[in-house]
């Protein structure tokens, strides 16, 4: 399987953090190919620049490669996509996030029940 990791997701599997579940971890290591989107770092260093995240904006981009995880750039195909979604879900990150997924397609790992409504390609953890 192949997966868009969602924002929070690649920070908790960067972060080591308990919050990624077992049932998440196994499936990152068990995955053929794991993607972290550009917009995953956008995201990231917005949040870092408004005081809602404290890390190293370094740090997040080389942890793609060190994991073994492959950049996801967005592409026209992926902006023009959002016009496809119903308005269920306000954030544009998670929208664009999810644009890539179904454009690609690659099953896309999230915490954010909210989601599910779009795709069955979004895998709760």
Sequence with gaps: MKF????HVYLWWLADSRSLSAAARNKIA?????????????????????????????????????????????????ALALAKLDNHHKDPFDRILLAQAITEPLYFLTADRALARYSDLVVEV
């Design 4 to 7: 868009l990791l969602d924002t």
């Design 30 to 78: 068990g995955a053929d190919m794991i993607y972290v989107s550009a917009a995953t770092i956008w995201e990231a260093i917005i949040k870092i620049g408004i005081g809602k995240l404290d890390a190293d904006p370094t740090g997040i981009v080389r942890g793609i490669v060190e994991s073994g995880f492959a950049p996801l750039p967005v592409t026209p195909d992926h």
